[in-house]
Each structure stands twice: as structure tokens, then as C-alpha cells.
């Protein structure tokens, strides 16, 4: 009832009031159409997101670049620990110059199996210098658990140390080998010159050297460095993994925006809130008087 | 008109065609929210020129020209009680209140005295709510928006509203 007659009786601005503000728009203003607001910031906010993740799949996935660099660099690592296996070497057998004094000198690297074959192959290395009617002149073998190391240096007549190399080279894969030749014979002549021109104690001195250069040039030096193979190398990283890092260190940043902002914003929306409070209450106030 | 249609409607509105349609709801809120229809007409010319100046920032897709009209008069009436509200401090003249009203009808045209009297026994914010919801007709949840409170604190306090208006209707019959 109350409702009707007030609507009925609903007061209308007075015509002079009317030209006022019909006087007020004479420069006609055109609404802006705006994009929402809220709206805005959803789309502005994913697209960060999604320009983030897009941003580290692509630098992950196309990156292949350092992929590789840091394959590579495991890939050299792998050489050095022997975590990657390469191709199996033959052994070196570079043979002798008949009719000359050399000294020769050999070292071959081979990798078995475990510490069973280790000391087995140390075992028939050993034996395959006594049967070419060389000597063992040192073994040093050291195993823990399954791995271990092992290192055998023998004396091996020059004119068998190609049957030598090939005989010790399969005993393992060969990894690594060295082999060195130096001509003896100059140095033999210098010194059998000496015997010749010296007398009494002196060319005996020289005798004694020149007997030791022509033993030394009759047996060649033969070393084999035996290890079994070291722990496997943790993986190499996927090329994933770089995008997962990305994406990680995006998420960190992002992490350590909302710890540093945090609270600035909470106390900023606290004190929204409070300040909204109180200006209701004040008009409220105002109102009820 | 549905909130989406009356948004495109609003979006394509002139200044002038929009203070033409609404002046009257600004001025009825305004004439019920002060109860004073000199200052009411003030404050309304006062609110066009706010929203003249503030149009090229409405945005229809936030709500219609009538509601954002509302909200500019309410800030702008807000200014004037504020104001009101010391200049009577300062010379003390509260007392004068009851005495300083008009003969002319503040509240409408044709409405019975005693009804009046009723509308003028209510306070600001009681009268508010009344124009909102029922001279202009605004659904609770706009008319709450313009009032900055939740849907149902504006529906209880149109209830509170128009009982006290009957109750101050009664016993002015009475």
C-alpha cells in the first residue's frame, strides 16, 4: 500500500533544473568502450603463464645446442672414467728394426671385467712373460669389492715383444696404449767408442755401461695397467630436463615475488579493508542522523 | 530489458539522452536521501556534471548508466551531509532542524500530510533504501550495490524501513 502512493507521488525534477543539466552536455563526450578489468588481468595473468612455460619448452626442446655441449662433456667424462664404451682398440704392434738397437717401450691400459679377472688376467700376463722368456720385474695389484687396479711391468726380449703386445692386449679391452721406439745405436756407438779409447779403470767403467746398453736394448720394457670398470656415471641429463629447469626457475622467481610481495600486499589489502570499513561506518553514521 | 541488452543499450547512449532518461530517478533519490528538494536539485546538477566530466570513463559492461548515476549522487550527497554535518557544529544549530523545514512537499507531489511527516521521521539512510527500491525500482542486489552493503542487509533494511514508515504513519493518524 505505502509503496504504491509513494511511487505514485514520486517527486520529478523541476524544469529549470531540467535546462541545467540539459546545458551541462552541450559537449557531447563519447563513452570509452574499455575492456573489463578483471578480465584483462585473467587473460594478462595466463599469458604470462603460458609465455613462461612456452618460453622454457622452447629453449628445452630446441636448445639442442647445450644439450649436446653438456652430453658431450659427459661423453668425455665417460672416456676418462671409461662409463661410456668406446670402440675396442687393437693392440699396437709396431714392429722392431731388424739389425738396429731400439729401445723399446710399451704400455697398454686394458679394462676387464671385475676383480676376479683382474687378478687372473695379472695372473696370465705374468705367464705370458715367462713364456716369451721375459721377467716380471713389478706387479701392484689393489681390489676393493668389485673393482680394483692393477699394474704389471716386464721385460720382454725385443724380438718377441710383438707376439708380447698381441698376447697381453687380449687380455682385456684395450683403453689406452702407448708405445715408444727410440734408435739405441748412436748411444751404443758413443759408448763402444769410450771402451776403445779409454784404458784401466776408466774403460772398465765404460764396458760395464755399454753392457747394460745393449741388455737394455735387447729386452724391450712392457707394461699393462689392468682396471675393472669404474661405478656407472649417473645419467646423462635429458634434454627435458632443461625445460624442467626453466620452468623451475621460473617458479622460484615467482616463489620468491609472492614471499617479497606477500605481505606488502597483505597489509595493503588490510588496510583496504579497514579503511573500507571505516568509511561505511561513517556513513552509516551519517545517514542515521 | 535484460542486464546484457540494457549494457549494449547503455553503451551506445549519449550524455544527453542519459540525463534526460534519468535525471528524475537522480533527482527523486537524491530529494528522498536529503529531504531537502532545494539541495536535492543542487546535488543533482551537481552529480551530471560529475558524470559529464567522468563519462568517457563509464563502462556499460560494469553495470548500467542509471545505477552508475546512483553511485555518483550518493558520493556527491555523502559530500554534502559531511558538509552539512559541520556547518552545524559550527553554529550549533541543531535545534533549528525541526524548524527550518519547508511547507512544500519534500518527499512528492500530492503525498498526504501525514505521510510526509512519516518520510521525514525516517533517517537518510532509511529513506535511501525506500527510493532505491521502491521509487526507482532497482533490484535488491543493484540497489545493495549502490549502497555498498550485502543483498540481504539492503532487504533488511527496506523491511526495517517500511515498517517504521507505517508505524510513523499510524501514529501521526493516531
Known sequence: MLPELLLAARPAASPALRERVRAIGVAEPVPRRRLPRRRLALASGLAVVLAAGAAGLAVGLTGRSSGQVHYGAAVVHGVSSGAVRQPDLAPAVIPTTPGRLQDYRAHLELQVADAAALSDRTKRAARIAHRLGGVVTKVDLASHGRSGTALIVMRIPIGRVQAAIGALGALGRIVNQHVVITDAERRIDTLRKQVQDSTGTARQVAEARLERELR??????????????????????????????????????GLYAVLVAGPILLLAAAAWLVARVLRRRSERRLLET | MTRAGAAAYDTYMTFAAAAEQHLDDVYAYLAYLTGDRGAAEDLAAETFEKAFRLWRRFDPARGSVRVWLCQIARTT???????????????????????????????????????????????????????????????GRTAARVLGISETACSTRLSRALAKLEREVDEDVA
Open chain 1, 216 to 253: 737394455k736394448a735387447r729386452l724391450s720394457t712392457v707394461a699393462v695397467g689392468l682396471r675393472t670398470p669404474p661405478a656407472p656415471a649417473p645419467a646423462p641429463p635429458h634434454r627435458e630436463s632443461t625445460a624442467v629447469r626453466i620452468l623451475e626457475a621460473e617458479g622460484r622467481i
Open chain 2, 77 to 139: 550527497a555523502l559530500d554534502w551531509f559531511r558538509a552539512e554535518r559541520r556547518r552545524r557544529s559550527r553554529e550549533n544549530v541543531y535545534a533549528l532542524r525541526q524548524v527550518e523545514r519547508p511547507a512544500e512537499p519534500l518527499f512528492g507531489d500530492g503525498l498526504a500530510p501525514g505521510l510526509e511527516r512519516a518520510l521525514a521521521a525516517l533517517s537518510p539512510g532509511e529513506r535511501e533504501v525506500i527510493a532505491l527500491r521502491v521509487l526507482l525500482e532497482l533490484e
